[in-house]
């Protein structure tokens, strides 16, 4: 059984940094794409960054030079490194893997950055 669990969330002040882990458990992941979204109140789940198996990473425009994304196969962690924070990244960041077609989420880590 897939497992993904997020930690690494928290309050941080307008340009601050937190970097987010996602360790995924019950299988090998070294050959999916992994990656992270987020939602804030009142919104969809949007995509924030992903990472494929050969390290290729995708952005989203609201993160690019701010995010990034990387990950650990032997660890089978994923990691989102998020420097310069606004408030509009407050959110709660979901880790997400797309194994064999079939999609998979983390429980949800709340980031919030006060202004």
């Known amino acids: 059984q897939v497992q993904l669990v997020e930690s690494g969330g928290g309050l941080v002040q307008v340009g601050g940094s937190l970097k987010l882990s996602c360790a995924a458990s019950?299988?090998?992941?070294?050959?999916?794409?992994m990656g992270w979204y987020r939602q804030a109140p009142g919104n969809q789940r949007e995509l924030v960054a992903l990472?494929?198996?050969?390290?290729?990473?995708n952005y989203a425009d609201s993160v690019k030079d701010r995010f990034t994304i990387s990950r650990d196969d032997g660890a089978n962690t994923v990691y989102l490194q998020m420097n310069s924070l606004k408030p509009e990244d407050t959110a709660v960041y979901y880790c997400?893997?797309?194994?064999?077609?079939?999609?998979?989420w983390g429980q949800g880590t709340q980031v919030t950055v006060s202004s």
């Open positions: 997400y893997i797309n194994r064999f077609l079939k999609d998979y």
């Open positions: 990472i494929s198996s050969q390290h290729r990473t």
């Open positions: 019950g299988s090998s992941f070294s050959i999916h794409t």
